[in-house]
Nanobody, 117 residues
Framework: QVQLVESGGGLVQPGGSLRLSCAAS????????MGWYRQAPGQRELIAHI??????DYARSVKWRFTISRDNAKNTVYLQMNSLRPEDTAVYYC????????????WGQGTQVTVSS
């Protein structure tokens, strides 16, 4: 049974920082592409993803402010969020995508990030 468990969300002032973590258990390998999505009222959007080899890509809205990283030995992916803005307020979801290697896609339960003074 694969599980993704996010942590690290909360309330932060504009300009502040947060670090999200996503711990994967039950069969996620380094072959999976790990990603972070967020959802405010409206569509869920991909904001960052990283391959097992460490190649990362970002949405334009978060580039240069957010950094995704992963520790394959710990099956954990991180999202360091700096210079947070009120428009970053959303529920953040961890994603593990193994469909390109014939496996499955999994989601975490989400963690709320609120940026407000």
């Amino acid at each position: 049974q694969v599980q993704l468990v996010e942590s690290g969300g909360g309330l932060v002032q504009p300009g502040g920082s947060l670090r999200l973590s996503c711990a994967a258990s039950g069969g996620i390998s380094s072959k999976y592409v790990m990603g972070w999505y967020r959802q405010a009222p409206g569509q869920r959007e991909l904001i960052a993803h990283i391959t097992g080899g460490g190649s990362a890509d970002y949405a334009r809205s978060v580039k240069w402010r957010f950094t995704i990283s992963r520790d394959n030995a710990k099956n954990t992916v991180y999202l360091q969020m700096n210079s947070l803005r009120p428009e970053d307020t959303a529920v953040y979801y961890c994603n593990a995508d193994g469909r390109h290697v014939g496996e499955y896609e999994y989601w975490g339960q989400g963690t709320q990030v609120t940026v407000s003074s």
